[in-house]
């Protein structure tokens, strides 16, 4: 491990708002979950009442209920990666470089203006961290097939299942990426995206070894949670119809999963901000590793072509201040 527990947990600790509201937005979504999937079932038990096996709906109802919420939830990600996810790593950047940030419920706000002097709309920001994620998905893929950063020999099946590792760890690394183009406060959040994610290159091996060591360990906790809450969730079997007794899986599945994106998450994102920005210390963007992800991804060339087109906004002037600008008048020149 290159991070410190004890760091990631202060730091969690510091950010108590972002953790209370995170539980809130996630634990809503797992009950909206369960409502849905209720609600699913008991149509399709009243639906199917007048059939060879009364009731036998319920289950493929609930089912449709799940996937209905599923649909939702996708619908808003970006509004929770703008909300929640994008403010709570910019004051976590904050609490890991040791500066003031507001305590209590201004935390929260704080957090907003953070992310709003950079990405003043929500749709900004989302497509940066699709774009950020396939390029990410890209390269990992160039370098674990040219030259594996895992030491295991020719075994194909092997190096799918560890790439699949692999893969699933970075969606915690397009934060991390994210967190650092907030903590620069460049003007051009595409251009600090370009050479965040060429540091992010040229550290590849660390931040991986590191990633997927999390990864496995936020899912096993994950996996232990899912069996915890099995219990109390198989209580619902008693008042279920028959058909949709088995839809207690999906609804411990869906708490064990706010449990993890409301607590666990946070605390992966703070263990690889530590990393990345002890590698990246004193580093400046390689042009080797700008020419290597150049190579494999098409999406850092839609990057770049964003970065080198982007026009800062213009800053306003309040009037008291234009009241005091004394410009002096435009002189015509001869001949103009």
């Known amino acids: 491990m290159n991070f410190s527990v004890g760091a990631s947990l202060g730091a969690l600790v510091r950010t108590w708002p972002f953790i209370v509201f995170r539980i809130l937005i996630y634990f809503g979504v797992a009950v909206a979950y369960m409502l849905s999937m209720g609600m699913g079932a008991g149509l399709g038990y009243v639906l199917t009442l007048g059939a060879e096996e009364p009731g036998a709906g319920a289950g493929i109802g609930g089912l449709v209920g799940f996937g209905v919420a ?40 704080f957090a907003r203006q953070e992310v709003t002097k950079q990405f003043a709309e929500s749709s900004s920001l989302f497509l940066l961290d699709q774009l950020i994620k396939g390029i990410l998905r890209a390269f990992t893929r160039t370098v674990l097939t040219i030259g594996s950063i895992i030491p295991i020999p020719a075994i194909q099946t092997l190096l799918r299942f560890g790439l699949k590792i692999v893969e699933v760890s970075l969606s915690y690394v ?25 540091l992010y290159a040229q550290n590849y091996k660390t ?22 809450i099995l ?24 708490f064990a999963w706010a449990v993890k994106a409301a607590v666990l998450e946070p605390f ?12 990246i210390e004193g580093q400046t963007p390689n042009p080797e590793w ?40 435009v002189q015509s020149q001869p001949g103009s």
């Open 290 to 329: 700008e020419a290597k992800l150049d190579q494999a991804s098409d999406k850092f060339r839609e990057l770049k072509d964003k970065a080198l087109a982007y026009v800062v906004p213009a800053k306003s002037v309040s009037p008291e201040m234009s009241e005091k600008t004394d410009v002096p008048p």
């Open 174 to 198: 397009d934060e991390i990426i994210l967190s650092h183009i907030m903590r620069t406060k460049a003007e051009n959040p595409w251009s600090a995206g370009r050479d965040s994610l060429i």
């Open 231 to 254: 219990g109390p969730a198989g209580l619902l079997a008693a008042v279920m119809p028959g058909g949709a007794a088995w839809l207690t899986i999906f609804i411990a599945i869906a």
């Open 70 to 109: 599923a649909g939702v939830l996708y619908w808003l990600r970006e509004y929770i990666l703008y909300l929640v996810k994008a403010g709570h790593i910019a004051v976590l950047g904050h609490v890991l470089d040791r500066t003031e940030i507001p305590e209590g419920q201004a935390q929260i706000t």
């Open 268 to 279: 992966a994102i703070a263990c690889l901000m530590q990393v990345y920005f002890r590698e």
């Open 207 to 228: 931040m991986i070894k590191n990633a997927v060591f999390l990864t496995v360990i936020l899912y096993g906790l994950t996996f232990v949670l899912f069996l915890l």
